[in-house]
């Protein structure tokens, strides 16, 4: 008969209530010795393996806490690591986006510089072939004036 230790202290608890009452006495009671002591070998029996488990349990439960603490110390950590990359890629991006506002203002500014010296260029040309064309106009008009004459 496998009990635990409950059923047993209950068996013992049942022993004493069916003991017969001594005269006079209310609070004692003749028992069975004999069955009190089988059951209290029983206790000392049982207890062990009770006190083992209850052991096993709680070494359990400490090593469930142990390891459920590891795991969220290790998510708070991932946690962080992952908040330093998003952090780091976001500057990543703002520099990259300054950078790019920088280089555009340059090119612009380039390319205006550009524009102006395209158009003083072009205008000196022009200005350098009217004078040629207006030479060679007057070069033209006496040659023909010339010949005029000469009739």
């Not at 006495?25 to 059951?39: A, K, L, N």
């Not at 070494?59 to 780091?88: C, F, H, P, S, Y």
């Not at 790019?100 to 380039?110: C, N």
């Amino acid at each position: 008969m496998k009990e635990n230790v409950n059923d047993l202290l209950n068996m013992i608890d049942e022993a004493m209530e069916e003991g017969r009452k001594v005269p006079f006495m209310d609070s004692q009671r003749i028992v069975d010795i004999e069955s009190v002591h089988e059951i209290l070998d029983e206790v000392r029996r049982v207890l062990p393996e009770e006190l083992k488990q209850a052991t096993e349990i709680v070494k359990d439960r400490a090593a469930i806490i142990t390891q459920a603490n590891k795991k969220a110390e290790q998510i708070i950590q991932n946690a962080e690591e992952r908040a330093r990359v998003l952090v780091g890629e976001q500057q990543i991006t703002k520099a990259a986006q300054a950078k790019a506002a920088e280089i555009l203002s340059s090119a612009q500014s380039e390319a205006r510089q550009m524009r102006s010296t395209i158009n003083e260029y072009c205008e000196s040309r022009l200005k350098k072939l009217e004078e040629e064309l207006t030479q060679s106009a007057l070069a033209m008009k006496t040659l023909r004036e010339s010949l005029n004459q000469k009739k």
